[in-house]
C-alpha cells in the first residue's frame, strides 16, 4: 500500500538537543497523526492536526499540518532519553472512514 | 486516552496451526477496527478493516482465507490466522477509532506471532 516518506529515517542526537521531523505525502490528506513507538508496543497518539497551516503544541512537542496538506511536521524541544522510539506520521485518507496511512518511519537515538 | 487492548500479547505456534487474536476497545465502542502487521524495523501496514456486523474489508494482497476476521461486537474483533506458517511471523497491531471521533485512532499494544 502506499506510505508517506519521512526525513530522516533516523538520528541520533544528545541530551537536551531539540529535534525536527517531517513527513511528505503525494497526495492531500485531511488529518495527520503523529504516533511514537516503543519497541515491541503498539504506538501511542502524540498529536493530531485537523486543519491547514494549524499548529498544535503538547508539552515538549510541536506539530504543524502542512498549508499544501500534503505534509506535516514534528518538532521535539529539548529531549531527554525518554524520547528514544519511532516516531511514525499517519495521514487520514479523505472519504475512507477513519483509514489511516503510515509514513516510514523516524528512529530517534538520544545519547547522554 | 482511549484504550484498545491486545490478547495475546505474544503466541507461539507450530507450523500449520491456527492463531486468533483478539482486540478489545476497553472504554469506547467502534463500529470499525483495523489490523495491522510490521516487520521488524518497518512500518505498520494495513491489512484489513474490521466492520462490526458485515464483512471485512481486505487489502491489496491480504488473502481473506488465511486471515479471517470477526468483528463480533462493538467492543471486539478478532484475527484468525490461519495454516500458520513462519513467513506469517510478525506483529500484529489493531487500531479503533472512537465512535465519536472518527478523526482519532488508537492502538493496541500488539500480539508478536512467532511460527516455528
Known amino acids: 500500500g502506499q506510505q508517506l516518506n519521512q526525513s530522516p529515517q533516523s538520528m541520533f542526537i544528545q541530551e537536551g538537543e531539540d529535534v525536527s521531523m517531517n513527513c511528505t505525502s503525494s497526495?492531500?490528506?485531511?488529518?495527520w497523526l503523529w504516533y511514537k513507538q516503543d519497541p515491541g508496543e503498539g504506538p501511542v497518539l502524540l498529536i493530531a492536526?485537523?486543519?491547514?497551516?494549524e499548529l498544535t503544541s503538547n508539552g515538549r512537542l510541536t506539530a504543524q499540518f502542512g498549508t499544501t496538506r500534503k505534509d506535516s511536521f514534528l518538532n521535539i524541544s529539548a529531549s531527554i532519553p525518554s524520547d528514544v522510539g519511532i516516531y511514525f506520521c499517519?495521514?487520514?485518507?479523505?472519504?475512507?472512514?477513519?483509514?489511516?496511512?503510515f509514513g516510514t518511519g523516524t528512529r530517534l537515538q538520544v545519547t547522554l | 486516552g482511549a484504550v484498545v487492548s491486545q490478547h495475546p500479547s505474544w503466541v507461539i505456534c507450530k507450523s500449520g496451526t491456527s492463531v486468533k487474536i483478539e482486540c478489545r476497545s476497553l472504554?469506547?465502542?467502534?463500529?470499525?477496527m483495523f489490523w495491522y502487521r510490521q516487520f521488524p524495523k518497518q512500518s505498520l501496514m494495513l491489512m484489513a478493516t474490521?466492520?462490526?456486523?458485515?464483512?471485512?474489508?481486505?487489502e491489496q494482497g491480504v488473502e481473506k482465507d488465511k486471515f479471517l476476521i470477526n468483528h463480533a461486537s462493538l467492543t471486539l474483533s478478532t484475527l484468525t490466522v490461519t495454516s500458520a506458517h513462519p513467513e506469517d511471523s510478525s506483529f500484529y497491531i489493531c487500531?479503533?477509532?472512537?465512535?465519536?471521533?472518527?478523526?482519532?485512532?488508537?492502538f493496541g499494544p500488539g500480539t508478536r506471532l512467532t511460527v516455528l
Open positions: 472504554d469506547f465502542q467502534a463500529t470499525t
Open positions: 492536526l485537523y486543519k491547514a497551516g
Open positions: 487500531s479503533a477509532p472512537d465512535r465519536r471521533k472518527t478523526d482519532t485512532q488508537y
Open positions: 497526495s492531500i490528506f485531511n488529518t
Open positions: 474490521s466492520n462490526e456486523g458485515s464483512k471485512a474489508t481486505y
Open positions: 499517519a495521514g487520514l485518507d479523505p472519504g475512507t472512514a477513519s483509514k489511516l496511512t
